[in-house]
């Protein structure tokens, strides 16, 4: 990748094409060699999707899981539209999952060359990326991630542009990834802050501020208007409000459970009860968690651990696909070795990136993937969190691992030349 030349825009496009065809292979052989099975919510969704076609509802109870989680529904619409365009064929799902990917590669590539402008930095951004199997081994199931990945980076290039349709066409985007994967708090409080500080405060550029909060009142209308019609339409009554916001916080300040998910909190709430009761168990145990950590003062520790977690353990993608079921334990133990393998040199190579942000200079694009990576990194801190919720991310951390081993090159490079 560093030697072939980047001077040569068809070359340039010949290598970017030559690296996106290699993954969809091998991401559509991998697709074709682990189980079908659909797991945990990969399996709600993909198992509740058809009654949306025939009209029926997608739950009974206040307590059921489109009724406390609402903000799915837009993504169970989607799933709906994929059967009743392909049928209710898994792996329709599946190679939409890579096209998806495919395209996340793409624009972690032109992302990339907006931050750097050096198309080395963003062929081994896209290399670093495509061999993380952490990352891609999802796409076997009938996940939400990869399109609402794609989607909030497209949001991001597109602000980037700078242009008046740009910004409109930012907030559509930015409306389709908060109703296909609703992290949307996140990726708005980053771009909020981009436009107060970089783009106003510090360039004083306040008509291009003005246009990105354009964008976000595009978004706030369109949200606002697919939650009414999905009100409207009987669908889900409660339109794509979080009707449980409590189970999130309750999880997540867990300690015994390092905030991850925890049977015995499951346990804890009996969904038979009315939303009304199981409320107030949840706001009691909540206030139960923060006393037993303000108590022992075990805060620090436990924003570590959960630090820890989210960014340095197996995202356990691989184990979502069920692949134990039709492989051996050696091969299990070799494709969980080699996933988290990809994971740990991306870590390694995006902190070496992120100091040598402070060596040079770089667009302050940069900043616009980089605040919303914050404040996600800053709300997981709080709520429930898992290893895979960062996959959403890691195109961003890729960006910056990419640096990180383009200095690595440059630094044995000019060792060699010393030594000669």
Known sequence: MTKIKTDDKKINTFVLLGLLLIFIIVATTWILNVPNQQLS????FWSRAPGILNGTKIYARDTDYFAKYAYQTGFIIYVAAVIKVFGYNIFAIQFLNVIYQ???LLFTYLLTLKAFNKVIVARLSVL????????FALNSQTSNQYLGSLLYLITFYLLMNDKLWSYLLAGVTLTAGCLIRPIGPVIIA???VFAIIYVWLKHHNFKSALKIILSLLV???LFSLAGWGLKASGINTYGLSNHDPEWKFMTGLHYQSTGTYSPDMNDFIDDNKPRSVTKKIEQKQIKHEIHYLNNNHLWLKFFIN???LLWSTPTMATDFTNYGANHSPNTVQKINFLAYLGSVFMII???IGSLDLFKHKFNDNLYLLIL????????????EVQGRYRIEFLPIIAILAGLGLYQCFNFFKRNKLKSI
């Open 41 to 44: 919510d990969f399996g709600n």
């Open 102 to 104: 495919a395209l996340i």
């Open 128 to 135: 670093l990326l495509m061999i993380n199997l952490d990352w």
């Open 190 to 192: 980053g771009i909020v």
């Open 219 to 221: 978004y706030l209308l």
């Open 306 to 308: 959960k630090t820890q």
């Open 349 to 351: 190579f995006s902190w």
């Open 372 to 383: 919303p990576l914050m404040a996600f990194a800053v709300a997981q801190l709080i709520i």
